[in-house]
Structure formats: C-alpha cells, structure tokens
C-alpha cells in the first residue's frame, strides 16, 4: 500500500456523492475511514449546483478520496463505432457490446446485478453531470482530482467510480426496494443501516439516511471507497480499456 493510509491518529476522509440529473436529489456524505471502520460524520443535500459544490469544497481541506455514484466514461465499442458514423447506417456490433462496458458486466457476472447502460440509458445525463462535477472541482480548487486506479492508497485527492446496490450485494443485503418514500422503502432502508458492518453513524445522520435513500446512497459510496482503500475490491484485468471506459469499484461477495 502506497500514498495515502489509515492510522487511529490520521483517518482517510472519503466524500460519498450520489449524482443526479437535478441538485435537489443530489446526496452527500462526508464520511472518515480508520481501523476498518466507516465513520459517516455528515449527510446533506443541496438544493444547487452551487451549493453543492461549496459544500463539497468545504470538505476537501485534506487528501480526500470522492467516491461517485455515476458512470465515468462511455462504452469503449461505442465510442469507436460512433466516430465515423453517420445517419441512416448501421452500427455495427451487437447492441449489448456497444452499450454496455466491461465492468458493468463484470459487476452482473459477480454480484448479480447489472448496472444501468451508460450507451443507452438515462443514466447517461447523470454520468454528464458527474463529470461536469469533477471539472468544476477541479477548477475552483486547483486540483488536479484524477481518477485513482490503485486500490489501497492515493497521493493526492482523487475520485473513483462506485456503485451502491452493488456494495450492498457484495454484503448479501437488500440491493432493491429501498428507494423511495413509501413506508416499505422505509423499512428496507432501516434494515440494510442495522445490518451494516464496520458502518458508524450517530443519531441524526441515521436518522436522515432513513428517511432518505440519496443520502443512505452517498453513505454507501462512502463505504465502497473504503472498501478500495483496504483493497477488497474487483480489479480490472485491462486496465487501458478500464481507463478508457471507467472501472466500477465493488467488493466480490462476501469481501464487503
């Protein structure tokens, strides 16, 4: 392990950011990551972009890790297809191969459950809107902010891709149902907090992480950033095509 670790004196600062297309539904976390143990010190949301991003700011007065909820890069297939494409012909390999990367099948294939098609899905605006995150981020604090690729420790403040359900699978806990305000979200939402090990909250945050699934989404990527810190997570057998596309940083069953 190299860069940044965790000591009981020095916890490593992890800022969970579950995207969407709109602030409002955007959720945060600021969460400390020591001795194995995930302590979330505050969730919130905002209701603007810029008061997202000066809240984000206002946490990142140390080496930070930013675990984000959204896609980070595009199917590599596609992309090459659609540079010399034009209208009324045909794109030329399997409609899952262009719109579907390799993580996404990797994470299927080792948890169960798929994330959303970048290539096809609605999910693309959020993936727009984290990356114009990371570029405003960057300019306002004079980051470098890269995309961080060796689990166990960074040297500067970087950001990872994660993926909440699938952290939740890889600790065989409820990965559905848990969204929403209806009285039975609710309850899932509960269950999965009380069944969360190596997960610290106090009252209010528990509280807001019930009553809201962005903010228990933001907590949980909190977690998959430490679950990249302690180096219990799937890693890509390409890394070029992974930096290409974006790599999803998720924990094998039974690792989370």
Partial sequence: MSGVTS?????????????????????????????????????????????????????????????????????????????????????????????????????????????????????????????????RLREAHRLTLPLAWTPGGMEETSAIEVYPAGTLASRGLPSSGYKGSGEQAVAVRRRILEGLRGFEAGADATAAMTSSDHLLDAALCGLAGADFLEQRVIEPDDLERAQREGWIWVSSPGDG
């Fill in 7 to 135: 000591t009981a004196e020095e916890p490593t600062r992890i800022v969970g950011i579950d995207v969407a297309t709109q602030p409002k539904s955007v959720g945060l976390a600021l969460c400390a990551w020591a001795n194995g143990t995930l302590r979330v010190e505050e969730v919130c949301a905002e209701t603007t972009w810029e008061a997202i991003d000066r809240r984000i700011g206002e946490w990142l007065a140390e080496t930070t890790l930013l675990a984000v909820d959204a896609p980070l890069g595009w199917p590599l297939p596609l992309a090459e297809t659609l540079h010399g494409h034009r209208a009324g012909e045909p794109l030329a390999g399997l409609a899952n191969a262009l719109f579907r990367r390799k993580t996404d099948d990797v994470v299927a294939a080792a948890l169960g459950k798929r994330p959303l098609d970048v290539g096809a899905d609605r999910i693309a605006r959020t993936a727009h809107a984290a990356l114009a995150l990371l570029v």
